[in-house]
C-alpha cells in the first residue's frame, strides 16, 4: 500500500525525522493559509506548491489542461492562488502515470529548503528496502540526490552504496557513521545525518514499510538533514497490527474496478488486453494470461479466485470483468482440487443465468476433481458455454474466440 | 526414498483445532499421512481427530517423537510458530499461512541460522511423495507415483503440472511447493538440489514466476553441477505489467533481471528445457525423456 507524500512525512516526524514542513490542502483557500503560516514561521517568502499523487516525477510532470508543472515554488501569495488553482482538480501526467494521468485532490504546501546559509547545500539519495536473497533489510545511498536513482545505478554504478541491516542487531552506530561519511559529510551536518538514518531505520522497522526512499535527502546550508520528498510503501500483510495505517490508504489513488473486486476478497488486476480470465491461483493465473497471449489474444485482466470458486464468486467475476467494453471473450479456467469442478461448474451456470445477457464466448476450463462430471453439465446445461478439461483443449478455443 | 517426506514421516500439526488444521489434517490423515498429533496453545491434553493435542511444540516431540511440522497458524503468529518449532528441533518445517509480514519473516529467516530445521514455505501447498505421504493442502489424487520430481513457487500451477505429467504417461517422486512470498525458507535451488540428489528422481518439473532472483540462481547451479537430470522449466507472468503485485507477495517485476523473459532466457542459456505456454510441460518432459 502506497502512502501520499504528506502522510509518510507526518508519520516520519514521529519518529523524529526531520521533514520539510508543510500542509496538506483541498483548496485554494486552505493553500493561502498554509502560505501564510509557513511565511510567518519561516520568515521567507518562498513556499513550494507539490501535488499530491501516487507517482514519481511530478516536478516534470505536468497538469493536462494547463500545462503547468507538479511541482512548483511560489514567492507570493499570487503565487500561491495560480499554482494552487491550477494544480488542484487537474490531471498530472508524468513518466510514471501513463498518458491517463492522475488527478491531483491535494496539494501540499511545504517550506522552502534552499535557503541561503554558510554551508553548501546538498542533495543525496537514500532508500530502505528488502534485499530477498539475503533475507535482510539494506540501506542504498548515493552521493547523486534528486535524479532517477535506477539512472545512477545504470551509468555510474560506483556511486551506489549499500549497507546490509543484520536482523538480531539491527541497525549499528558504525554503520549510520559510513553512510554519513561516505555522502562526505562533516561537522554538525555529519552528527544529524547520523540522526537522520539512524530515526528513519526505526520509522521502516516500525512502521512495516515495504519500501522508503528519501529523494532527495537534503544537507540545507545551515547544516540540518532534510527529507524533502518521502515514498513509503507499507507491506499490506502487516496492516492487521497497524490500524491507525490502514486507514490512510487513498481508494482514489487506485482502479475503481480494482477496489470493486477487493470487496468481494477478489485479487484482481485491471490489464489492456480483450480476453478477460477467471482463474483459481495467482500463479495458474499469471500462467492463464501467458496462455492467452500465446493464442493470440491479450489478457484483459489478472483474476485470482482463490480457494473457494463458487456461485458468488464467479457471478461478481463476471460482473467485474464485464465492465471492461475491451473483452471480447472470457476464460474461466479452475485446476478443483479440494474444490470439486462440478461444484465450480453449476457456479458457472447459476451466474451465467442469472446475469442473464452475456453476449461474448465463454470458455470454461475445468481440470480436476470431477473434471468429467463438470464437462457434462456445462455442455448439457444449453448455454452458450464452451468446455474443455485440458489446458491445451482452452488454448485451442481462446484462438478460434479471437481469430 | 524421494525427498524431504516419505512414509515414514511423523506430522504434526500447529493450529490442529483450527477449521484449515481440522480440514486439512483429515485429509492428510485420509491420504495414508502418519499424523502424529497436533499443538493448538491452551488445549493440550484433549484430543482432536482421535491425536493428542499439546500445548507445545517440544511436548509434541518429546511424546510423539513428530520430525514434521506443518503450520495452519494465522499470520499474525505464524513466524512465532515456526520459531517455535525450529527451537524443538523439528527437522522439517512446512508452513501453509499466507500473508506473514515480511518484517517478520527476516527475522525468522536469521533465526533458522544454524539450525538443523528446513523451512519449506510460507505461503507454498505444501510437499508430497506421491502415495506415501501428503505435508500440504494439495489434492493427493492428481499426484500419481513415478521419478520426476516437481518444484514451484505456486499451487494450482502445481496440480496441472503434476496432472500433465501423470497425462503423459510418467508420475511424480516429490512434488515441493516453495511459496510465493519474498522470503521463504527453502528457494528453488535448494528443492533441485535435494531432487538431483535423490536416486528415486530422473527429471525436474521447475516452475517459478515473476519477482527476484531464485530461478536463475538455481538455472546457474545446475549447469555448474553438470545438468546431471533433464530439467523442464516454466515461468508465469511473462504478461504481467512491471511494478504490479501478481496476487503473490513475491510476484513483482521490479527490474529487468526478475522478468519473466530475463529469467526464461537465463534459464535456457544453463540447459533447462524452458516451455513458453503451460499447457506445454507434461508434453514436453515425455519428449525430453524420450529423447534421453
Known amino acids: ?403 | 526414498m524421494s525427498i524431504l517426506v516419505n512414509k515414514n514421516s511423523k506430522v504434526l500439526v500447529q493450529g490442529f483445532t483450527g477449521t484449515e488444521g481440522t480440514f486439512h489434517a483429515t485429509q492428510m490423515i485420509e491420504y495414508g499421512t502418519n499424523v502424529v498429533g497436533g499443538v493448538t496453545p491452551g488445549k493440550g491434553g484433549g484430543t482432536h481427530l482421535d491425536k493428542p493435542i499439546f500445548n507445545t511444540v517440544v511436548d509434541c516431540v518429546k511424546a510423539t517423537g513428530a520430525d514434521v511440522s506443518i503450520i495452519f497458524v494465522p499470520p499474525a503468529f505464524a513466524a512465532d510458530a515456526i520459531m517455535e518449532a525450529a527451537d524443538a528441533g523439528v527437522a522439517l518445517v512446512v508452513c501453509i499461512t499466507e500473508g506473514i509480514p515480511v518484517q517478520d519473516m527476516v527475522k525468522v529467516k536469521n533465526y533458522l541460522q544454524g539450525k538443523t530445521t528446513r523451512l519449506i514455505g510460507p505461503n507454498c501447498p505444501g510437499v508430497i511423495t506421491s502415495n506415501e505421504c501428503k505435508v500440504g493442502i494439495m489434492p493427493g489424487f492428481i499426484f500419481k507415483p513415478g521419478r520426476i520430481g516437481i518444484v514451484s513457487k505456486s499451487g494450482t500451477l502445481t496440480y496441472e503440472a503434476a496432472d500433465q505429467v501423470a497425462k503423459a504417461g510418467l508420475g511424480i517422486s516429490t512434488a515441493v511447493g516453495i511459496g510465493g512470498d519474498p522470503i521463504i525458507g527453502t528457494p528453488t535451488q535448494d528443492a533441485v538440489e535435494l531432487l538431483m540428489n535423490d536416486p528415486e528422481t530422473d527429471a525436474i518439473v521447475m516452475i517459478g514466476e515473476i519477482g527476484g532472483g531464485m530461478e536463475a540462481e538455481a538455472a546457474n547451479w545446475i549447469k555448474a553441477n553438470g545438468n546431471k537430470k533433464p530439467v523442464v522449466g516454466f515461468i508465469a507472468g511473462q504478461t504481467a505489467p512491471p511494478g504490479r503485485r501478481m496476487g503473490h507477495a513475491g510476484a513483482i517485476v521490479g527490474g529487468a533481471d526478475d522478468t519473466a523473459a530475463a529469467k526464461m532466457k537465463i534459464m535456457a542459456e544453463c540447459g533447462i528445457h524452458v516451455v513458453s505456454s503451460p499447457a506445454d510441460i507434461g508434453k514436453k518432459m515425455a519428449e525430453v525423456l524420450k529423447g534421453k
Not at chain 1, 521567507?44 to 516525477?57: L, P, R
Not at chain 1, 542487531?169 to 561516505?182: D, E, H, T, V
Not at chain 1, 462430471?373 to 458455454?385: Q, Y
Open chain 1, 1 to 403: 500500500m502506497n502512502l501520499h507524500e504528506y502522510q509518510a512525512k507526518e508519520l516520519l516526524k514521529k519518529y523524529n525525522v526531520p521533514v520539510q514542513e508543510g500542509f496538506a490542502c483541498t483548496t485554494v483557500q486552505e493553500a493561502e493559509d498554509a502560505y501564510r503560516q509557513i511565511k510567518t514561521q519561516t520568515g521567507s517568502k518562498f513556499a513550494v506548491v507539490k501535488a499530491q499523487i501516487h507517482a514519481g516525477g511530478r516536478g516534470k510532470g505536468a497538469i493536462k489542461e494547463n500545462g503547468i508543472n507538479g511541482v512548483k515554488v511560489a514567492k507570493s501569495l499570487e503565487d500561491i492562488q495560480e499554482f494552487a488553482s491550477k494544480i488542484l482538480g487537474g490531471t498530472l501526467v508524468t513518466i510514471q502515470t501513463g498518458e491517463a494521468g492522475k488527478v491531483v485532490n491535494k496539494i501540499y504546501v511545504a517550506a522552502d529548503m534552499y535557503y541561503d546559509g554558510p554551508t553548501e547545500r546538498k542533495e543525496f539519495y537514500l532508500s530502505i528496502l528488502l534485499d530477498r536473497t539475503k533475507g535482510q533489510n539494506v540501506i542504498m545511498y548515493s552521493t547523486e540526490g534528486g535524479m532517477n536513482i535506477e539512472d545512477v545505478a545504470h551509468d555510474t554504478p560506483e556511486k551506489i552504496f549499500k549497507e546490509w541491516v543484520h536482523p538480531s542487531g539491527g541497525l549499528q552506530g558504525f554503520q549510520a557513521r559510513k553512510i554519513a561519511f561516505n555522502l562526505g559529510l562533516s561537522g554538525e551536518a555529519f552528527k544529524n545525518c547520523v540522526k537522520f538514518v539512524t530515526n528513519l531505520y526505526n520509522a521502516y522497522v516500525g512502521l512495516d514499510c515495504s519500501m522508503l526512499e528519501i529523494n532527495p535527502l537534503f544537507k540545507a546550508s545551515d547544516d540540518k538533514i532534510i527529507a524533502v520528498d518521502c515514498k513509503m510503501g507499507l507491506d499490506e500483510n502487516s496492516l492487521m497490527r497497524h490500524a491507525d495505517l490502514a486507514s490512510l490508504r487513498d481508494v482514489t489513488e487506485e482502479d475503481p474496478t480494482e477496489v470493486e473486486a477487493g470487496k468481494h476478497n477478489l485479487n484482481f488486476v485491471k490489464l489492456d488486453g480483450n480476453v478477460g480470465c477467471m482463474v483459481n491461483g495467482a500463479g495458474l493465473a499469471m500462467a492463464t494470461m501467458d496462455m492467452i497471449k500465446l493464442s493470440g489474444g491479450e489478457p484483459a485482466n489478472f483474476l485470482d479466485v482463490g480457494g473457494s470458486a463458487n456461485a458468488q464468486t464467479v457471478e461478481a467475476g463476471f460482473k467485474i470483468i464485464l465492465k471492461d467494453p475491451a473483452v471480447k471473450a472470457i476464460l474461466i479456467n479452475i485446476f478443483g482440487g479440494i474444490v470439486r469442478c462440478d461444484r465450480v461448474a453449476q457456479g458457472v451456470i447459476d451466474a451465467y443465468q442469472k446475469l442473464g445477457n452475456i453476449n461474448i464466448p465463454i470458455i470454461v476450463r475445468l481440470q480436476g476433481t470431477n473434471a468429467v462430471e463438470a464437462k457434462k453439465l456445462i455442455d448439457e446445461s444449453g448455454l452458450k458455454v464452451q468446455s474443455a478439461i485440458l489446458l491445451s483443449e482452452a488454448a485451442d478455443l481462446v484462438k478460434k474466440a479471437v481469430a
